[in-house]
């Protein structure tokens, strides 16, 4: 039995080594929370962390803050970085191969990569210098690790250093998440309009009546059932489900809402924002404390980060309180093209045009580069088969769409100012709510808005003729706004918020059903005052 004595042993022996081994890789890639490093800032930065593991990160100015949040991101999140990167330049096949190569197809019809080195290359010289330190600290972060991120291993791949214009990618990661990237719902909607009668289309289509809570008070009306009978196109279609009794909704949804000081007992207002996006591991926002002094005057900001990027994205300076829900209006359209005879050329108001081509080369690992010829028109890209005779408006596509003014929010000292910087931030538009110490609330909405002339904005629609079109985008002075309501309270939930003209404006770009804003509506009209405490007990009602 000797040799099956030293078998086990070398066995044991081997377990333990791999055990080991794979116990040294993984301590290894955790971050560095204890000790000092040389590092490239002008003065020392403090990173502490409290009970939680939030950090809080103490500089001298903003740039090597910036440095010490994208060092901290690094250790913490790079992979998660690498994913919002590579999702939006269509470059996940190089990570996980052939799996990935058709979303990879479909991202690169916007050309996000091309677009965010174009972004960072006309940023504002104190945002290029702030992104560049920002950058600087996620390598250094990345380099300070002993071992990648588990992943990599995992995936027997090696992370690349973050560039600057990685971080205008991670942006057009949020758009891909909180706007619609394909125009399916106006395919769909244009394919509903031509198969169905007007009056079923108006019935079907309308925005519900039922839960009726925007901010300015608007009401819609029910468009009663029509008369006639069930359109036949819809009574063939057989149903997918198999079990068709009534579920709650598994949509995702946000919330903020807001009271003025005349509804506390101290006379400063209370903001609460709660940001819903799909349960992930690790979560999309990291918690961080930023503190710096600028032209001798002290900053400090503490809210949620998008790891990727430099700034707080919600959150307090001590002046203004902030957060956002996702505006659901209509920031795209689909443009029905209107064809040569050999398909070679579109119609416009200047007559035929040739269509431009793009090369895009798409790395997948473990296979050769795959080609994509990407079409595109004077209005945007055209949309992949079987909706080649369609091309996509949209604002991510512009540089209004993508730039990080939202860094101004961190300084603003109260809400008629934060109302006014709304329109130069580069986000995808957004319900922005904001309180400040002094008493005042107020909601907008941040990001650039389109200004343009669509006879339906619902529905793809003929350009050629200059009856539908983008003119540019709306100056500050012509977005909607609400300031100090005479109730006291404003409320978003990612459904109708207001109507009329202004609804008009932005559109519908799939409102929610309105039970939650109803909900909250209510729930802050029940009381005449209200506190951190009642607030949070709005958040936690979960009926709806």
Same mark, same amino acid.
Not at 117 to 124: C, D, I, K, Q, V
Not at 132 to 146: D, H, I, P, S
Not at 196 to 211: A, K
Not at 350 to 368: A, C, L, M, R, T
């Given at each position: ?84 990167? *590579? ?25 996000? *990569? ?80 031509? @198969? ?66 005349? *509804? ?77 005879? @050999? ?106 808005? %389109? ?33 100090? %309501? ?34 909250? *509506? ?23």
């Amino acid at each position: 039995m000797l040799w099956f004595k030293r078998i086990s042993i070398s066995l044991l022996t081997l377990i333990l080594l791999v055990a080991g081994f794979l116990y040294f890789v993984l301590r290894s890639s955790l971050p560095l929370y204890e000790g000092e490093l040389p590092a490239e800032v002008n003065q020392s930065v403090a990173i502490s962390r409290d009970a939680q593991g939030y950090a809080s990160i103490e500089g001298e100015n903003r740039n090597d803050v910036a440095y010490a949040l994208g060092f901290v991101h690094a250790q913490e999140r790079f992979f998660q970085m690498d994913l919002l990167r *590579r999702n939006a330049a269509g470059e996940l096949s190089e990570l996980f191969g052939e799996m990935a190569l058709e979303l990879d197809k479909k991202r690169r019809i916007h050309r996000f *990569r091309a677009k965010a080195e174009w972004g960072f290359a006309a940023l504002p010289a104190e945002h290029k210098v702030l992104l560049k330190r920002y950058t600087a600290g996620v390598n250094a972060g990345l380099a300070e690790l002993g071992w990648p991120p588990f992943e990599y291993g995992l995936l027997a791949q090696t992370p690349r250093n973050w560039v600057e214009a990685d971080s205008f990618l991670a942006l057009y990661s949020m758009y891909l998440d909180l706007q619609g990237a394909e125009g399916k719902d106006e395919l769909a909607m244009g394919l509903m309009q031509q @198969k169905l009668p007007q009056d079923w289309y108006d019935f079907l289509f309308q925005h519900s009546p039922d839960w009726q809570a925007a901010m300015d008070e608007s009401k819609v009306s029910l468009t009663p059932m029509p008369k006639s009978s069930y359109p036949a196109v819809l009574a063939g279609q057989k149903t997918a489900c198999t079990d068709c009794s009534l579920h709650d909704s598994t949509d995702i949804g946000s919330n903020n809402f807001a009271v003025s000081g005349k *509804r506390t007992a101290d006379g400063r207002a209370i903001l609460a924002d709660d940001m819903h996006l799909g349960i992930r591991v690790p979560g999309t926002w990291f918690k961080a404390q930023l503190k710096w002094i600028e032209n001798g005057e002290a900053y400090e900001v503490a809210g949620v980060s998008l790891p990727g990027t430099p700034a707080i994205v919600a959150g307090s300076n001590g002046h203004i309180a902030w957060g956002f829900t996702n505006s659901t209006a209509d920031w795209s359209d689909v443009i029905a093209l209107k064809l040569d005879e @050999k398909a070679e050329k579109y119609q416009t108001t200047d007559g035929w045009q040739e269509f431009s081509y793009q090369n895009e080369v798409i790395k997948v690992k473990g296979q050769p580069d795959e080609l994509v010829l990407q079409k595109e028109t004077i209005w945007g890209p055209v949309l992949t088969p079987p909706f080649q005779n369609y091309a996509y408006r949209w604002v991510a596509h512009d540089p209004q769409g993508a730039n990080f003014n939202l860094i101004t929010l961190e300084k603003s000292k109260g809400v008629k100012e934060t109302l006014k910087l709304a329109a130069s931030a580069g986000v995808p538009a957004q319900n922005l709510l904001v309180a400040d110490k002094d008493g005042a609330i107020g909601w907008t909405l941040i990001g650039a808005l %389109p200004q343009r002339k669509v006879q339906q904005m619902d529905t793809p629609q003929d350009w050629s003729n200059g009856q539908n079109n983008w003119t540019g985008y709306l100056s500050q002075s012509a977005y909607p706004q609400i300031y100090q %309501p005479q109730s006291g309270q404003l409320w978003t939930a990612n459904s109708r918020m207001i109507g009329g003209k202004d609804l008009e404006l932005i559109g519908n770009g799939g409102y929610d059903l309105g039970a939650r804003g109803q909900q909250i *509506r209510d729930a802050l009209l029940a009381s005449a005052q209200h506190n951190e405490k009642s607030l949070h007990a709005i958040q936690l009602d979960h009926r709806a």
